[in-house]
């Protein structure tokens, strides 16, 4: 593992904190021993590949998942012992794109971003509209504001969750692999987006991704998952000129290295595959 200090910029106050975290389902760990923190103004990535662990820590973040073990703050709040009602006030201060980014489909491009603020405020009609025309202001979608979602493309719904995200001025963004399925361009425009938008709120930023050159153009400092632990850490451009084979082989994707590509065969695998085996023949002889 690369040792590179934490916090190597520190622009603002630790919105999100995760010490020693284990996340993961039931009893089964998928990551162990995450140190990470996210300051405001930042924008923070997390990488890893398919599989590695990324959307199951954002998961802990949102409070979806309870840690398994260590301490994940956000906002000051404990997560594992915070309240139904703790969490949801934690979740008000908190954007989240989703993968999907999915829209209603029922509602237009206005109303899919004015849906939160009609939710969570007593605004009255004339600041939700200068609030929704003012976020889809930036993300370029002002004029698209009356369309219906069937006639928006899909790198322009993803803006538009994003602007759906940041409705209420959140403190802190989640991005779930915002990169996913975008052209070039788009990739390019969404990633300018989230900094513009960091710098803009002032909010802090946890970017999930596997997307490294279109993240490093805007992150602050990264972080590296990878074999359920964190490999690395590091502003971009420590990263890049780290001599560590696991950072090396994922930042330029090669093939051969210590990165795994097999899903690893478990236990609970073997067991399924020795039951199948035995249940071959007598298939077989059914027939
Ligand atoms: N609901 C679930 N229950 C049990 N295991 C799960 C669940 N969701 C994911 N996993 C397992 O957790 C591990 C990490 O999955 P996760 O979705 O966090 O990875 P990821 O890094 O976000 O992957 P990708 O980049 O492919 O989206 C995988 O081994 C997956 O099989």
Redesign the pocket.
Known sequence: MTAIPPSAKAPGDVVLDFAQVCAG?GETP?LAGIDLAVRRGQVVTLL?G???????LLRTATGQLRPLAGTARVFGQDLATASQTQLTAVRQRMGVLFQQGALFTDLDVFENVAFPLREHTRMGEAEIRETVLDKLHAVGLRGAAALRTSEISGGMARRVALARAVALNPELVLYD?PFAGLDPISMGVTAQLIRHLADHLGCASLLIT?DVRESFAITDYAYLVGQGELKAQGTPAELEASADPYVHQFLHGEPDGPVAFHYPETPAFEAWLARETRRAPARKEGR
């Open positions: 389902y998928v890893g398919s599989g590695s662990g990324k959307t199951t692999e596997h």
